[in-house]
């Protein structure tokens, strides 16, 4: 079953904790994105990584941190310096060569206890 | 600031009409506008792409209309049904990142 694949569907944070969010993929995709969605706000970038070991800030990675460790794998942590992190979450995967389609996976809808 | 500008809001439309979405840009690095379909608590899913050197994309139902001198572009969904209701939203790359406008709410009533 190919696909991405995130993880939990729905997660809780106390004030002052760090969670993380699981994204996964069997595309073999190089490059991968989380975003974040908030009603009527669209899907704002706020990490992306074209490459293993190698990552970027995008629009709103304040608050936030991520690690690409290997080429199936890119978690992303939510810190406690991140005020307002309830949100819908999602990963993407694009694909190589020429189409730059992204790809995304079912999401994680952050919510603050 | 948001780079892709999308219109309307939301739209309400009879079974059977045509939904009309717009999406206007300014950066004329952008070199590939994809439309995505969203269902609520779903991820986006890629409905139709165009390039900038095509003026008009059809897919089924669906069809992009693109003006580059305007840089302006359209998705029209022709003979609405209830199933296409959902959230569309417009999109435009560089390099590897994608900007998306703000979505647009479709609700087609039978």
């Known amino acids: 079953d190919g696909g991405i694949t995130q993880s939990p569907k729905y997660l809780f944070r106390k004030e002052g904790q760090n969670v993380t969010l699981s994204c996964e993929q069997n595309?073999?995709?190089?490059?991968m994105y989380w975003y974040r969605q908030d009603p009527g706000q669209g899907l704002r970038l706020i990490y992306y990584?074209?490459?293993?070991?190698?990552?970027q800030k995008g629009d709103i990675a304040e608050g936030y941190s991520v690690s690409r460790e290997k080429k199936e794998s890119f978690p992303l942590t939510v810190t406690s310096a991140q005020k307002n992190p309830t949100a819908f979450y999602l990963c993407?995967?694009?694909?190589?060569?020429?189409?730059?389609?992204?790809?995304f996976g079912p999401g994680t809808r952050l919510l603050v206890l | 600031q948001q780079q892709v500008k999308q219109s309307p809001q939301s739209l309400i439309v009879q079974k059977g009409g045509i939904s009309i979405i717009n999406c206007a840009y300014e950066?004329?690095?952008?070199?590939?506008f994809p439309w995505y379909q969203q269902f609520p608590g779903k991820g986006p899913a890629l409905l139709i792409a165009?390039?900038?050197?095509?003026s008009e994309k059809k897919e089924g139902r669906f069809t992009i209309s693109f003006n580059k001198s305007a840089k302006q572009f359209s998705l029209h969904i022709m003979d609405s049904q209830p199933g296409d209701s959902a959230t569309y939203f417009c999109?435009?790359?560089?390099?590897?990142?994608?900007?998306f406008g703000a979505g647009t709410t479709v609700t087609v009533r039978a």
């Open positions: 595309l073999n995709h190089d490059a």
């Open positions: 990584s074209q490459i293993v070991n190698d990552f």
């Open positions: 165009i390039r900038p050197d095509v």
């Open positions: 950066n004329t690095a952008f070199d590939y």
């Open positions: 993407a995967t694009q694909s190589d060569g020429g189409r730059k389609t992204q790809y």
């Open positions: 999109a435009a790359s560089s390099d590897y990142k994608l900007s």
